[in-house]
């Protein structure tokens, strides 16, 4: 009973490098969301998914940052010409469907960027 | 918009005190409500959610939340804590929707000390 999968679990990057992080759903899960937590600054929304199909990216910066979730394989957040600020612990959680808001999100374990 | 209030940065408790982790939502009509616990260096994980019915709401390892509409709260408890209750604990709330998605917005968190 596999929970969400996210790789690499560490990711290291000079300034100016680019930086895909990985996620699976939970199995049965169709919607994915993505969340940056920055110290002190609690967890923060970022981009949800469906497969195929952005369904809200408001909390995505308007540059460099971009997210799919293709019909096959795992949803990326890539992250183009890092800089320091990126450096964070970037979270994805998936769901069934949405039930009116019932629907519990589970995540996974995160992947630490670092920017050097 | 919504928002969550975790008014302490940090919770201290001994070992077999009870324990509150306080939380406050503002939300346009109804709310749902969820906790959240993460441990270092891990991903958030699920403890329980208020969607309706009974305010005392119970969830895993022995937290309960009670949901107080007049005053907003849907705090954290738990008769007695322990050791390996500390981590940073997440309060989340997402408006009551008849159908479709409505954005989680979580709290910033509280980090909880129990001390042996």
């Known amino acids: 009973n596999a929970g969400v999968m996210q790789n690499p679990r560490h990711l290291v990057r000079r300034r100016g490098q680019e930086a895909r992080l990985r996620c699976s759903p939970m199995?049965?899960?169709?919607?994915v969301y993505w969340y940056r937590q920055l110290p002190e600054e609690g967890l923060k929304f970022m981009v949800y998914l469906q497969k195929e199909n952005i369904i809200d990216e408001s909390g995505m910066p308007k540059e460099r940052f971009s997210a799919e979730f293709p019909k096959e394989g795992p949803s990326i957040l890539r992250i183009q010409q890092v800089v320091r600020g990126d450096s964070a612990a970037y979270f994805c959680?998936?769901?069934?469907?949405?039930?009116?808001?019932?629907?519990?999100?589970?995540f996974g374990p995160g992947t630490r960027l670092l920017v050097l | 918009a919504q928002s969550v209030a975790q008014p302490e940065d940090q919770v201290n408790v001994a070992e077999g005190n009870p324990l509150t982790v306080k939380c406050t939502y503002s939300v346009s009509g109804n709310p749902y409500l969820f906790w959240y616990v993460q441990y270092p260096n891990r991903g958030l994980q699920f403890l329980l959610k208020y969607i309706t019915g009974d305010n005392l709401v119970k969830g895993s390892y022995g937290f309960e939340a009670e949901f107080n509409k007049s005053q907003t709260s849907f705090h954290l408890k738990k008769p007695s804590a322990l050791v390996s209750d500390s981590a940073l604990y997440f309060c989340?709330?997402?408006?009551?929707?008849?159908?479709?998605?409505?954005?989680?917005?979580f709290g910033i968190g509280t980090k909880l000390q129990v001390i042996p």
């Open positions: 989340a709330v997402r408006a009551v929707n008849s159908g479709g998605y409505q954005k989680v917005t």
């Open positions: 959680a998936s769901s069934l469907p949405p039930t009116g808001g019932q629907e519990t999100q589970y």
């Open positions: 199995k049965g899960h169709s919607h």
